[in-house]
């Protein structure tokens, strides 16, 4: 293994040219007519341009991305994550073309991508489940039947689901008949598959996932990721380790996965989702066959580079990690910054990178691909980059991130800066209090509400700041607490300025 395509762009794409270079290795960049010049495009020995701006004719056209690797005479694919990242088709193809894999066999990626055969494979393996059916309930009169054994409440999901499309939460008996009609034709828009099944509804559970890793010989797990803020199925903020886990739970929980990766054959880097219900008890739910968004907080408490490890892996080298018990080490708390303006329903936002001031100092990595002058645009998802921090506890990360997030400054496109600013500082947040429901009850988070007073005083440093920015021809820096920007724009509509 010489020169790795990399199948994908954006802050993953240049995550992995910088672990190509570190393990010796050429990376090809792949890149659409929007991505033209690119940060991991000049980050990268090589380019090659795959098409148009929307990804069903570039990042997601097979065909295409072969034809590069031949192009560019790449010898290994590397999906990254998103995209084709988890089509076992790709990895076929892939292969087929005489490339390596950078990922888990295909076989492997087709039995998790199914999630009742996920189950009964889980099931046979010994690994913890939540109660429900193995197999599709297609009649009204059986699912009524097996709710009932289960007990309510229970959970309609699509069989061929994740990511929380086709779910439905069903609480008495009457409610079923719907539910199951409306999971099943809303599966059938999102998946091509009507198929549901019947899970019991796992109450206050937070979101707790276990990150695996396995070469030719063994299989070990690399801790925990806490990812209970999330906001309609999508992660705002992960943290590693996870105040709901010690040492012993960990251990269970990494066996769990474990046995779920050396069930379905697996190799690399993958995660075993759970939920982890107040009593301690945990569930399988999903396991993702593909490096995460998250990732680096698992780096950073294990002092491991899984990317680096998933590029010995697939050229046959025995993973760096040496054996024995790992155990993490301080606090990691990763937030994900996104073009999306929370105070206007988390709606993507475009426009230009106008200003970019990135935090430095002691315990920080950031993971972008954005620079100024940057066009933000719709046609991929709204990650500009990741903010990561380590420190030696979770109150001393939690401090080290507010001083980061106080450095971060970017102008053209609004973004969650504030709302993370707002979660890092609130109480319950920092008592470690939280669930995957933790967001829906906190909407003051999301969209903070002000005081007449306040209004009053953030729109006269709004006008005094662009005043002075105006004099200078500086941007204004957002210095404020909460996302200058939005709050600027809210006092210019009060009409106080
Ligand atoms: C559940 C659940 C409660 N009980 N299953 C959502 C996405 C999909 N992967 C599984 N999901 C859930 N399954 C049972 N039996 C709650 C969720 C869930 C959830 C899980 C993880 C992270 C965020 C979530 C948000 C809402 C619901």
Request: glycine share 8%; with cysteine; charged share 25%.
């Amino acid at each position: 293994m010489n020169r790795v395509l990399i199948a994908n762009r954006g802050e993953i794409a240049l995550r992995i040219v910088r672990a190509c270079h570190e393990e010796g290795l050429e990376a090809v960049a792949v890149y659409s007519a929007a991505d033209r010049s690119s940060p991991h495009v000049r980050a990268a020995d090589r380019a090659v341009a795959i098409g148009p701006a929307p990804p069903s004719e570039s990042y997601l056209d097979i065909e295409r991305l072969i034809a590069a690797a031949a192009q560019a005479g790449a010898d290994a694919v590397h999906p990254g994550y998103g995209f084709l990242a988890e089509r076992a088709a790709f990895a076929e193809a892939v292969e087929r073309a005489g490339l390596v894999w950078i990922g888990p066999p295909s076989d492997a990626i087709r039995a998790m991508g199914d999630k009742t055969e996920a189950r009964r494979r889980m099931r046979q393996a010994e690994v913890p489940v939540v109660p429900g059916a193995d197999a599709a309930v297609d009649d009204v009169g059986p699912a009524l039947g097996l709710a009932r054994e289960l007990g309510y409440p229970v959970m309609v999901k699509a069989a061929a689901g994740g990511g929380g499309r086709g779910m439905r939460v069903v609480r008495t008996p009457e409610e079923l008949p719907a539910a199951l009609a409306s999971a099943a034709n809303e599966a059938l828009k999102a998946f091509g598959d009507p198929r549901v099944y019947l899970e019991k509804l796992i109450e206050q559970p937070r979101h707790v996932e276990i990150q695996v890793l396995a070469d030719r010989t063994r299989t070990i797990h690399l801790g925990e990721r806490e990812c209970s803020i999330q906001r309609r199925h999508q992660k705002l903020l992960e943290e590693a380790p996870s105040l709901a886990v010690d040492a012993d739970l960990r251990e269970w929980m990494g066996a769990a996965a474990v046995a779920a990766a050396e069930a379905v054959g697996y190799l690399g880097a993958g995660t075993c989702e759970f939920l982890l219900a107040p009593d301690r008890a945990f569930y399988f739910l999903e396991m993702n066959t593909r490096i995460q968004v998250e990732h680096p907080v698992t780096e950073l408490v294990y002092g491991v580079d899984l990317v680096r490890e998933q590029l010995r892996i697939a050229a046959g080298e025995p993973m760096r990690v040496h054996g024995g018990w790992m155990h993490p080490r301080g606090w990691a708390i990763e937030c994900r910054i996104t073009s999306e303006d929370p105070a206007d329903g988390f709606l993507p936002s475009t426009g230009r990178i106008e200003y970019l001031r990135v935090p430095g100092g002691p315990g920080g990595r950031w993971d972008g691909a954005i620079d100024i002058g940057d066009e933000v645009t719709l046609y991929y998802d709204s990650l500009l980059a990741k903010l990561i921090v380590w420190a030696p506890d979770r109150p001393q990360a939690i401090t080290r991130m507010r001083r980061a997030l106080d450095e971060l400054t970017i102008l053209g496109v609004a973004t969650n800066q504030g709302f993370h600013r707002r979660l890092l500082a609130d109480p319950a947040f920092q008592e470690g209090d939280i669930d995957i429901q933790f967001l829906d009850r906190r909407a003051d988070l999301i969209q903070p509400t002000l005081s007449a007073d306040d209004l009053t005083r953030l729109a006269v440093a709004a006008a005094l700041a662009e005043d002075a920015s105006r004099r200078s021809r500086l941007p204004i820096a957002s210095s404020d607490g909460a996302g200058s920007d939005a709050w600027a724009r809210e006092a210019r509509l009060e009409g106080l300025r």
